[in-house]
C-alpha cells in the first residue's frame, strides 16, 4: 500500500458503550491502527458527537420492537450503506459481521472478520436471543465464508473456526493476539489500591482471589462460586460481575453468592464482595492490586483480555486450560492453567463439573496461600504482557493482513 489506506472498523461496543472484551479490542486497535493508515469506526448505541471520526447508529424506528437479531441487522444496513470510500472493512462479532460482508459485496472492497467468539460455540445464547439465535448463526457463517480474511485471536480460536466453518481455506485465517494497553493497566500506588479497598469492603490483610467478568455461561461463574466454597476461610472472594445474559443465570449467580456468605457465616467477616457495575479502569486496577490471585473459569475463551489485564496490574492467573487461555498464561510461571474434559456439543461443558470445581479450588488454595510465589508469578506476567501483547506489534500484524487482502 502506497498510499494511507482508509479502514473502516465496525462495532457493536465502541466507548463509552462497552461492556466485554470486544469493545475493548477494537478501542484499543483504533488507536494504534492511526499511526499506519485513515481509520473510521462505525458503531451501535447511538452518535458519538464528541468523537473524531466515530459514526454511531441507532436502531431504525421501525425495528426498535422487533427480535434483538432483527435489530441488529438493521443496524448493519446502514452501516453496509455508509461504508463507500473504505479500502478495507474489519467487522468484530457477529452484531457487526453482516455490515462488513454487505458493505464489501456493495461497494467491492475486502472485507476483514476478526473473530472473538463463534456462534457454533455458544449455544446458551440461544436462552438470550431465542429464534435470533439462528439468525446470528446464519449471519456468523455468511461472513465468514464470503470474507476475504479472518482474524482469530488466538491458534485455540483458530481451530475452532476451521473446525465450524470446515469449508474456509486455511490460508484465509490469520492468528493475530488480542493486546494489551500496558500503559494504562498498571499497579497503582498503594494509597489508591487502599482507600478502594476501603470503600470496597476488601480487608487487604487477607488473601483474595478475584474474577472480572460478564455473567454469561462461557466465563463460567457458576463454577468458579461453587469452587470458591471449597477455599480457606481466610480467602476473600471477589466478584466484579454484571451483564447478565439471562434472568436465569443472574438468579442462579446470586442464590450462588448468598449460599457462599451464609456458608462463610455471614456480614463482611464472611469476605465475599460482589461489584456488579462495571468500575471505570483505575478503579479495577485497584481492586486488581488489592487481590492476590485472579481467576479464569471460563468455559469457552478464544483469548481472554482480562488475563491479560490482571498479568499486567501484576497478578498471577489461575485459569481452564481451554481456548486461547493456554497461549497467554505460562503454566508455573505466569499462573496454573486447571485441567478440564468438556463436552463436544458446543457448550463447552465440564464433563466432571464436581472435579474441575475441586481442581479450581485447589490450584487457588495452592496460590493464595503463598503470596511469595504469587508475587513472582504476577511480577512473571506483567513482564509476558509487556514482551508478547504490546498493541504496536498487533497493529503491525493486522495491517499485514490488511495488505494481503488488497494484494499489495
Not at 464470503?146 to 473446525?163: E, K, N, P, W
Not at 462461557?218 to 480457606?232: D, S, T
Not at 482480562?306 to 505460562?330: F, H, Q, Y
Request: aromatic share 6%; glycine share 10%; with cysteine.
Amino acid at each position: 500500500m502506497s498510499t494511507r489506506p482508509v479502514i473502516d472498523l465496525l462495532t457493536r461496543e465502541y466507548p463509552p458503550h462497552v461492556y466485554g472484551g470486544a469493545g475493548v479490542h477494537v478501542a484499543e486497535l483504533s488507536r494504534v491502527l492511526r499511526a499506519h493508515a485513515d481509520v473510521r469506526v462505525r458503531c451501535f448505541d447511538g452518535p458519538r458527537p464528541d468523537a473524531e471520526d466515530v459514526t454511531g447508529y441507532d436502531v431504525p424506528g421501525t425495528l426498535t420492537g422487533a427480535n434483538a437479531s432483527l435489530r441488529t441487522l438493521g443496524v448493519d444496513l446502514a452501516m453496509a450503506e455508509d461504508v463507500a470510500g473504505a479500502d478495507v472493512v474489519h467487522s468484530h462479532t457477529w452484531y457487526a459481521n453482516m455490515a462488513g460482508h454487505l458493505g464489501g459485496l456493495l461497494h467491492d472492497v475486502p472485507h476483514v472478520v476478526t473473530a472473538h467468539s463463534l456462534e457454533p460455540l455458544r449455544p446458551w445464547k440461544a436462552e438470550q436471543l431465542g429464534g435470533g439465535y439462528a439468525v446470528s448463526s446464519w449471519a456468523e457463517r455468511t461472513a465468514y465464508l464470503g470474507a476475504a480474511g479472518i482474524v482469530a485471536v488466538s491458534a485455540g480460536m483458530r481451530a475452532d473456526i476451521l473446525r465450524c466453518y470446515p469449508e474456509l481455506d486455511p490460508d484465509r485465517v490469520h492468528v493475530v493476539h488480542n493486546g494489551i494497553d500496558l500503559d494504562g493497566w498498571v499497579r497503582p500506588h498503594e494509597d489508591s489500591v487502599a482507600r478502594v479497598a476501603a470503600e470496597r469492603g476488601i480487608d487487604t490483610d487477607r488473601p483474595a482471589v478475584v474474577f472480572v467478568g460478564r455473567i454469561t455461561r462461557q466465563k463460567g461463574l457458576p463454577h468458579f462460586l461453587r469452587a470458591a466454597a471449597q477455599l480457606p476461610p481466610e480467602v476473600q472472594v471477589i466478584v466484579c460481575a454484571g451483564a447478565p445474559d439471562t434472568d436465569e443465570i443472574m438468579a442462579e449467580v446470586r442464590g450462588l453468592v448468598d449460599d457462599l456468605r451464609a456458608a462463610r457465616g455471614g456480614g463482611p467477616e464472611a469476605g465475599v464482595v460482589w461489584i456488579e457495575e462495571m468500575l471505570p479502569r483505575p478503579e479495577l486496577c485497584a481492586v486488581l492490586a488489592a487481590s492476590t490471585v485472579f481467576v479464569c473459569p471460563s468455559v469457552y475463551e478464544p483469548l481472554g483480555i482480562v488475563n491479560l489485564e490482571a498479568m499486567a496490574v501484576g497478578l498471577p492467573v489461575v485459569g481452564t486450560a481451554t481456548g486461547g487461555i493456554p497461549e497467554v498464561v505460562d503454566d508455573g510461571v505466569t499462573g496454573t492453567l486447571v485441567p478440564i474434559e468438556q463436552s463436544d456439543d458446543g457448550t463447552g461443558t465440564p464433563l466432571d463439573p464436581d472435579r474441575f470445581e475441586a481442581d479450581l479450588a485447589a490450584a487457588l488454595t495452592d496460590l493464595a496461600g503463598d503470596p511469595v510465589r504469587a508475587a513472582a508469578w504476577g511480577a512473571a506476567g506483567r513482564r509476558r504482557a509487556e514482551e508478547h501483547f504490546a498493541w504496536s506489534a498487533i497493529a503491525e500484524r493486522t495491517m499485514d493482513v490488511y495488505r494481503g487482502v488488497l494484494g499489495a
